[in-house]
């Protein structure tokens, strides 16, 4: 070993250490950080499409994104051995989870398997509460967490000729964490809890912002995620006073029930954190890898508010070069920041129609989503075609392709 560090000491010496190590253990090239960059944007991607990743598929796509990376690289300016100087190892997975920041990806297919089989015995115990406690769709919520790049300027579909020469990655990755609830019926939404890295961030000042006026429940800590703490003042400051509210303006009996998954934000105990006078919000879990499956905020909620996030995001962009001298770079360089984003953000939640938060229960509550009578809509322009017209109108080159976007990995449990 000694050996074979003093042959290596001029690389060793010529290494930058990745973002977040303070020592150098192993030997890291550039050919290693471009390949995490790589990967860590293909893991977005899959994750905003609702793809499954396991531990597995994602050191493939390593292996394979740094064989094709080798083959681009003069042979004289990396080592014969460079080939085998990257081991897709357990150690390295985990490593790599750590220096990024995303958490339980990994769904064997055992687990995948069983899903299926657990999420059908769940349905069933949920009809028969539901009949046995008369619970109706006004009465019973579901909320979820999502990852949002605030400042991206969308995934390689969206790409500009000005963000490409736009240095540095720290803005592209400024990310922020929602919560997002709302009741089987659609018309009652609370207030969502946000969490970002910074506590007072400087836009408040020059805009002027009071945070306990803001449209969302706003928390900080570095890593921007929603931990029990916050979700639990979350439950007892707005979530409890909306839900009793909202029931008693409605002459509903006073008794709800609250639909989580097995994110470790969400305490398996939270019924003895919710205050006294909250006490008629029963808490019921979702089982473990059913997410995917029967979670109603993931069935297209949290999707559809992205788009309308990018929409309304697209629109900011096309009025502000239309209407002043910036261009879209000095814009989103220099006057896009927290505080437009959210307005931008209550823009989208409030967009997000009655139709949309029902019939995500289809899956959970099909009886729910069956009693619901829709209009017709009339033919209209869907939120991916707004985009692909925004997006062209300023230049932007935009493929008429429908993806999710501006979404970020489900923090706690990364969905």
Request: with cysteine.
């Amino acid at each position: 070993m000694i050996c074979t560090v003093l042959k290596q000491k001029e690389s060793i010496k010529s290494v930058t250490p990745a973002k977040g190590l303070t020592i150098i253990s192993k030997l890291r090239t550039s050919l290693h950080e471009n390949m995490e960059q790589l990967l860590m944007v293909w893991v977005t991607e899959k994750q905003l499409q609702g793809d499954t990743l396991t531990q597995t598929i994602i050191c493939k796509k390593a292996r394979a994104i740094y064989g094709d990376l080798l083959k681009q690289t003069p042979q004289t300016s990396i080592d014969e051995a460079s080939e085998e100087s990257f081991k897709v190892s357990r150690g390295w997975f985990e490593n790599f989870k750590k220096r990024t920041g995303i958490h339980s990806v990994v769904r064997h297919g055992e687990a995948a398997s069983s899903d299926m089989k657990a999420a059908e015995d769940y349905i069933k115990m949920f009809s028969d509460l539901i009949k046995a406690q008369g619970y109706i769709s006004q009465q019973v919520f579901n909320c979820d967490e999502t990852g949002l790049f605030w400042k991206k300027l969308l995934n390689r579909t969206y790409i500009t000729a000005e963000e490409k020469i736009m240095t540095g990655h720290k803005r592209m990755k400024d990310r922020l964490t929602l919560a997002l609830c709302a009741n089987a019926n659609g018309d009652c939404k609370i207030k969502p809890l946000l969490v970002y890295h910074s506590e007072n961030p400087r836009a408040f000042k020059s805009h002027k912002i009071l945070k306990e006026k803001l449209q969302v429940m706003w928390r900080s800590n570095p890593k921007a995620w929603v931990t029990r703490k916050f979700f639990v003042e979350w439950v007892n400051l707005f979530f409890g006073p909306s839900v009793k509210k909202y029931l008693q303006e409605k002459n509903l009996p006073v008794q709800a029930l609250f639909i989580l998954d097995n994110a470790p934000a969400h305490p398996p105990n939270l019924k003895d954190d919710i205050l006294e006078e909250f006490k008629f919000i029963k808490v019921l879990y979702l089982p473990p890898n059913t997410t995917p499956i029967l979670q109603p905020m993931y069935q297209q909620v949290i999707s559809n508010f992205k788009k309308l996030y990018t929409k309304h995001l697209f629109r900011r962009c096309f009025e502000v070069t239309e209407t002043t001298n910036l261009t879209l770079r000095e814009f989103w360089k220099d006057h896009f920041n927290i505080a437009i984003c959210l307005k931008i953000i209550d823009q989208a939640w409030l967009g997000v129609t009655t139709r949309t938060l029902t019939s995500a229960w289809k899956k959970l509550w099909p009886e729910a989503v069956a009693e619901r009578i829709y209009e017709e809509l009339e033919p209209g322009m869907s939120v991916e075609e707004e985009i692909v017209s925004l997006g062209k109108s300023m230049g932007l080159e935009v493929e008429e392709r429908r993806e999710r976007a501006c979404g970020g990995a489900h923090p706690g449990t990364d969905d």
